[in-house]
């Protein structure tokens, strides 16, 4: 199984909501990460877990809280956002942090903030 | 900070015809990504590799480490093959230390018209 599932497909929130998004993989990857893609533009890292510790948070706001309960699955966690953090959020895992490894990317969940 | 450029940003072919995509990067790097992303979907891995070339079917994937620079290959292109290529390389030592800690182009969007 060399998937990684994301959940939900779609999400509409309004600014006030408390929402969140869920990725998994049943790869043994210990390595998981977030990245937002706006329309036309290339992926933004924004969290990595390593070993289910937050390892990396690309200067991203508050308003996002990702939480990795376990080695298979990850969450982000959407509060109070504005308009401009309406994209494709996508979901990766790869083996190991460090050393060079393949990612594999989720479908995404595309996000609408009204 | 790596800094990546891909080359052409938009690129129209004949069914059939041979494709070439170029990536450079800056920074010095183990391996280097080729990424698939159809319209609207999620991010599929092509290729990652270190060094000379990998074939995959009708696609060929060359990097040479010592100019910075990989180019990615479609040989008898077909409309399926319409998408967006996006060509990712770790950060560098200031984005993270980690070789996970992948940096995008802008990506080429490809249309091959039948």
């Known amino acids: 199984d060399t998937e990684v599932t994301q959940t939900p497909k779609h999400l509409v929130m309004g600014m006030t909501n408390k929402k969140s998004l869920k990725c998994e993989q049943h790869?043994?990857?210990?390595?998981m990460y977030w990245y937002k893609q706006k329309a036309k533009k290339p992926p933004e890292l924004m969290f990595v877990?390593?070993?289910?510790?937050?390892?990396i948070n690309e200067s991203v706001p508050s308003r996002f809280s990702p939480e990795c309960p376990n080695s298979s699955l990850l969450n982000l966690h959407l509060h109070a956002l504005q308009p401009e953090d309406s994209a494709l959020y996508l979901c990766?895992?790869?083996?190991?942090?460090?050393?060079?490894?393949?990612?594999?990317f989720g479908p995404g969940t595309r996000l609408t903030v009204t | 900070k790596n800094e990546v450029e891909q080359s052409p940003q938009n690129l129209t072919a004949q069914e059939g015809e041979f494709i070439t995509i170029n990536c450079s990067y800056s920074?010095?790097?183990?391996?280097l990504h080729w990424l698939q992303q159809h319209p609207g979907g999620g991010i599929v891995s092509l290729f990652m590799?270190?060094?000379g070339k990998k074939k995959h079917g009708r696609l060929i994937a060359t990097i040479n480490i010592q100019e910075k620079h990989s180019s990615l290959h479609i040989t008898a292109s077909h409309p399926r093959d319409s998408a967006v290529y996006i060509c990712?390389?770790?950060?560098?030592?200031?984005?993270?230390?980690?070789?996970?800690?992948?940096?995008f182009g802008k990506g080429t969007k490809l249309s091959v018209k039948p």
């Open positions: 990766a895992s790869s083996q190991e942090r460090t050393g060079v490894h393949e990612q594999y």
């Open positions: 790869m043994g990857h210990r390595a």
């Open positions: 877990y390593s070993y289910e510790k937050l390892s």
């Open positions: 920074v010095g790097i183990s391996a």
């Open positions: 590799l270190s060094s």
């Open positions: 990712a390389v770790p950060g560098g030592p200031d984005y993270g230390g980690s070789q996970g800690n992948l940096i």
